[in-house]
């Protein structure tokens, strides 16, 4: 029989270095692989022609698009575990580590509502709820639950959300419509979102509804909740690696089967965030974060590809604002073209240098989406070379 030291041993050799560095690079790595997609997926040529898969289903569905938000929000979840994890067993540490994470999420949310407000400030019409502000909520509640309840209470609150949302959405009249119902603008949220904010302070004011609205933000912390498990368990130092990346693979896989299954009575919808996408995409998120961990933290894996996604995941806040900043200056602020016609800038670069050099629209479409993105990445590659590292 084995003595405890050597038992010992060879779990701590089974441990990759992140574990003890209290840094992964997997999820560094997974966080880039977010950026790029959203910076494909958000900025193409003409919303009219793009290719499927970097287009958002209308409504019911998901496609790679739809995996972008939630993968950020499950991000969330993992690091702030990494984060906090040094001070949850110290409760006389609790409040000054909660301040700053008040402060963070308060931050976040105005950094969220200076993109709403850009370029005009019209206070009167603007966009309150938002992606930026609902990642604020997230981080902000799942970091008092991570420090102030146990890892079951966080599972069983995962599954209260998961099913209370659903009795919601599907159970609980709509006042002043009728019968409770999933569409745009008639469903319990949209109605809520309405009352509290008032139509001319949503995502679209004249349908009246908001995809990051408040009753929706509910599930979204199911989301972060999720990746907050996925982070206790590689924290957990008498497991070695092998066996965590397979139960890993086997939520994750538990997770897209059960979001498949529930789907057939409570579709899997990204702007409702109902709660068959909260496991269908945190199930996919899982195994991608299981598969990174193995090949980069555990067999410690160092691949040109790698590289790249560090550097657009180590600056994935401000790589966001920019690109939403900009998106608002330069397709709202007109100019004057040579014809003397007011045209938004955006518009007449496109028009301009790539719908006539390409024949199809599609491919002109992608082109400006693939050339957007590898001038971000450019910029990413400067600073992270300079180690420049900005957060809030």
Known sequence: MQSATQDAQQLTAATPI????????????????????????????????????????AWNGCRAADLVYPAFLFIVGVSLVYALDSVRNQPERHNKAMLRVVRRAVTICLIGLLISLLPHFYFTSFRIPGVLQRIAVVYLV?????????????AWLTVGILLLYSVLLQVVPVPGIGPANLEPSTNLGAWLDRLVFGKS??????????????????????????????????????VDAATKVAWLFVAGGAGIVLGMVWNGWFPINKNLWTSSFVLYVG???????????????????????????????????????????????????????????KVYPRDWLYDTFFVPTFSNPYHASLAWALLYTAICVAILWVLYRRHIIIKV
């Open 142 to 154: 799942c970091s008092l639950l991570f420090l102030k309840t146990t890892w079951r209470t966080q």
């Open 201 to 238: 302070h949503l995502f679209d004011d004249q349908k009246a509804w908001d995809p990051e609205g408040l009753l929706s933000t509910l599930p979204a912390i199911g989301t972060g909740l999720l990746g907050m498990l996925t982070a206790r368990w590689l924290r957990r130092r008498t």
């Open 283 to 341: 199930g996919i998120s899982i195994v991608v974060l299981a598969a990174l961990y193995w090949l980069c933290d555990v067999q410690g894996y160092r691949g040109a590809w790698t590289k790249i996604f560090l550097v657009c995941g180590v600056n994935a806040l401000p790589v966001f604002f920019f690109t939403e900043a900009l998106e608002r200056l330069w397709t709202r602020l007109k100019m004057h073209n040579a014809a003397g016609e």
């Open 18 to 57: 992140a574990e003890a560095s209290g840094r992964l690079l997997s999820l560094d790595v997974f966080r880039g692989m977010a950026v790029l997609l959203m910076l494909l997926v958000n900025n193409p040529g003409d919303w009219n022609h793009y290719v499927t898969p970097f287009k958002h289903v």
